[in-house]
């Protein structure tokens, strides 16, 4: 079970990210026809970080502990101390971003403002969601050169 909700939550989020990619993409020549796509993605965006956030805090209450100490003992306790903060904290404004995205991309197909808006709000998103992956994979390497260290004797 660990290690498929290691799994899904970083795919959830990344499709998350692709949802917010095609908003972005869609925002800049949005139409009356597209206005509709537009407002699917967005919230389909929002649903699956919303997902990846229950995912994620629910691995990271349940199972996170030994590689928290397995972190904090091996030659990268940054992996922890600095990556996993940031996401805990950095990932709290993704959210509210991909929440506000639905939000912001209600009219865009009529609204220069609201289609600005739209276009920062996906593409702050798309960064953001990109860091939260790059972090994640600091923090597993974090746990595997723990394990290595310790497997070594040392």
Same mark, same amino acid.
């Given at each position: ?21 095609? !908003? ?37 209450? !349940? ?14 306790p ?22 506000? #995205? ?14 600005? #808006?739209?276009?920062? !709000? ?8 990109l ?16 394990l ?7």
């Amino acid at each position: 079970m660990e290690n498929l909700l290691l799994l899904i939550h970083p795919a959830t989020g990344i499709l998350a990210m692709l949802a917010a990619v095609w !908003v972005f993409v869609d925002a800049f020549n949005a139409a009356e026809g597209s206005q509709g796509r537009i407002k699917t993605l967005s919230l389909f965006c929002a649903g699956l970080m919303w997902l990846t956030y229950l995912i994620a805090g629910y691995w990271y209450v !349940v199972f996170y502990g030994p590689d928290k100490a397995i972190i904090k003992a091996g030659p990268w306790p940054f992996g922890h101390n600095f990556f996993m903060e940031v996401k805990e904290h950095v990932f709290l404004a993704l959210i509210l971003l991909a929440t506000y #995205l639905p939000i912001a991309a209600r009219d865009i197909a009529h609204n220069k403002a609201a289609r600005r #808006l739209t276009l920062w !709000v996906a593409g702050l998103i798309v960064p953001t969601s990109l860091a939260m992956e790059g972090a994640g994979a600091i923090i597993s390497l974090a746990v595997r050169v723990g394990l290595l260290k310790s497997a070594a004797g040392g």
